[in-house]
C-alpha cells in the first residue's frame, strides 16, 4: 500500500519488453536507502517488486498485462517516474490509499493557471470516471490529489507548484498519457450500494452511511 505521497523521481535506465514479460530498471536514490529484494515500489502509480538493485539504480519485472494496461510500456530511455516506497504502519498518511494497481490510462487534454496554481484536464476512460467524484481523492501517475470537476469524459485537478516540481506532471506535455487509480474507498463504498438484488437483507444505505460518517 501507498499514500500518493511522492519520495522522488528516477529516471528509466533500460526497459526489455518480450511477448508475455518485461524488465525495467530505473535510476534511484532516496527508495534505495533501506531497499530490500521482494520490496514494493511504486513506479509512476504502479506497484512492482524489487528483484535486483545496487546504491544507484533498481530492477523489476513487469507482466504483459501491466505493460498493456499502464503507461510503462510507452517509456523511453531517460523518461521521468514518480517513485515512492510502500508505507509502513508508522508513516504519516499524507495523501490517500493507494494501492499501485492501475484502473486505467487518461491523456493530458489542457491546462491553465488560476493564481499559483495550475489546472489540469485529463480525458479519463468510463470505468475511471464512474468512481471520481469532485474533492474526492484520485492518484495521477501515482500522485494523491484532489479532483475539482467531473464531466461525462473528464475530470481536472489543481497542481501546486510544489507538487509540479518534484513531480513528473512538471514535465508532462498535453497528450501525453498517464496512470489512473480511483479511490478504493468508493470502489468498495459502490460494491456495497449495489448488492442489494443478489442480497435483499442487506440494509446499507446513504442514510446508514452518512449516519456513521462515510459519506
Known amino acids: 500500500m501507498f499514500t500518493g505521497i511522492i519520495e522522488e523521481l528516477g529516471q ?3 526497459l526489455e519488453k518480450g511477448n508475455e514479460w518485461g524488465k525495467i530498471s530505473i535510476t534511484a536514490h532516496n527508495v534505495l ?5 521482494g520490496d514494493s515500489i511504486a513506479v509512476n502509480g504502479v506497484c512492482l517488486t524489487v ?5 544507484q539504480h533498481f530492477e523489476a519485472d513487469v507482466m504483459a498485462e501491466t505493460l498493456e494496461k499502464t503507461n510503462l510500456g510507452q517509456l523511453a530511455l531517460g523518461n521521468y517516474v514518480n517513485l515512492e516506497r510502500a508505507v509502513r504502519l508508522s508513516d504519516h498518511m499524507g ?3 493507494v494501492q499501485g494497481h492501475v484502473d486505467g490510462v487518461g491523456r493530458l487534454l489542457e491546462e491553465h493557471q488560476v493564481g499559483i496554481a495550475k489546472v ?9 470516471l464512474d468512481f471520481t467524484v469532485p474533492k474526492g481523492s484520485i492518484a495521477i501517475d501515482g500522485i494523491s490529489l484532489t479532483v475539482i470537476d467531473v464531466t461525462n469524459e473528464t475530470f481536472s485537478v489543481s497542481l501546486i507548484p510544489h507538487t509540479a516540481a518534484l513531480t513528473t506532471l512538471g514535465y508532462k ?11 478504493i474507498v468508493g470502489r468498495y463504498i459502490y460494491k456495497f450500494m449495489h448488492h442489494e438484488e443478489d442480497q435483499p437483507e442487506n440494509t446499507l444505505t ?9 459519506i
Open 12 to 14: 528509466l535506465r533500460k
Open 33 to 37: 536507502e533501506d531497499v530490500q529484494v
Open 51 to 55: 528483484v535486483q538493485f545496487d546504491d
Open 95 to 97: 495523501g490517500h490509499i
Open 120 to 128: 489540469v484536464t485529463i480525458q479519463a476512460p468510463k470505468n475511471v
Open 173 to 183: 506535455k498535453m497528450g501525453d498519457t498517464v496512470n489512473l487509480e480511483t479511490d
Open 206 to 214: 446513504f442514510s446508514v452511511l452518512q449516519e456513521n460518517g462515510f
